[in-house]
């Protein structure tokens, strides 16, 4: 509904209307929409409110003596009586200090009613607002989650394209070669990434750790990071720049606690020998 609207069923609601805007306000009340009809039943709850919103005010101490001598007998007897004809009289009415404080009362009411649709305005627009903010912001949330993901595909894709990279695939040790892991390595760069297949998923606080073994003599497994597969078996897991590496001996894979191990704790569950240039 319009502004417009809005003020005319509120001035309804008040009985502030007449001529063609009463006709109008009682016509959209009569046939409104249901939109015109709750607001004109709020704003009738709002209008039979007024009436407790007022302070009570005293009467200044000076006021009775006041009104007692404007009307002792003295001043009755000694003041004279208008003519005015039969007619004019009943039809005249004098005018009164309550027609006077109604109208007062009506342009109060008028500000009050005023004041709660500014209110109402204001929290309506805050909602909307806030409605907006969030949801750009789950838009900028979608739209950094698809480019760290778009980032993480272009850095796999440089590795595996990468002339100097090597392949190591892992065998399980001690049982029938099922599960397929190949450790795609960049001597160059001393990156790589694991691709796993039909290799079973650990439990939430547990983990797969992978390690590289340095043909140094005397050296200690080199941790290259941790992971778990999917439902299917299948895991893609980016190996970060090991600075301490030198040239691989061989890779192996351990079950560890969820986050890893500083040194293997567990059985080897598959290795395989490196095969350099």
Not at 88 to 110: D, K, N, V, Y
Not at 146 to 170: C, E, F, M
Not at 233 to 258: C, S, W, Y
């Amino acid at each position: 509904m319009s502004n417009d609207r809005k003020e005319l069923l509120a001035l309804y609601a008040l009985g502030a209307l007449d001529g063609d805007d009463l006709i109008v306000a009682e016509g959209m009340v009569a046939d409104g929409s249901p939109s015109d009809l709750e607001d004109f039943r709020a704003y009738e709850n709002v209008t039979g409110l007024l009436g407790w919103m007022a302070t009570p005010v005293e009467p200044p101490a000076s006021l009775r003596p006041r009104v007692v001598s404007e009307i002792s007998p003295k001043k009755a007897e000694n003041a004279p009586i208008p003519f005015r004809p039969r007619d004019e009289a009943a039809s005249t009415p004098a005018p009164s200090r309550f027609g006077a404080f109604a109208a007062f009362a009506s342009l109060a009411a008028a500000a009050t009613i005023a004041a709660v649709f500014l209110g109402l305005a204001l929290y309506r627009s805050s909602a909307e607002l806030e409605a907006t903010v969030r949801q750009l912001s789950d838009a900028r949330s979608t739209e950094l989650q698809q480019r760290q993901q778009l980032d993480r595909a272009n850095r796999l894709l440089g590795i595996t394209r990468d002339p100097s990279l090597r392949v190591t695939r892992l065998t399980p040790t001690g049982a029938a070669p099922e599960p397929s892991i190949d450790v795609h390595w960049n001597p160059d760069q001393k990156t790589g990434v694991l691709v796993a297949r039909n290799l079973p998923k650990v439990e939430p606080n547990r983990a797969y750790e992978l390690w590289l073994i340095d043909e140094r003599e005397g050296s200690s497994p080199i941790p290259a990071g941790t992971f778990n597969t999917d439902s299917q078996g299948v895991a893609v897991f980016e190996i970060d720049r090991l600075t301490a590496a030198g040239i691989p001996k061989a890779f192996a894979i351990t079950e560890e606690p969820a986050g890893g191990s500083p040194a293997p704790t567990g059985q080897i569950i598959l290795s395989g020998a490196y095969r350099g240039a």
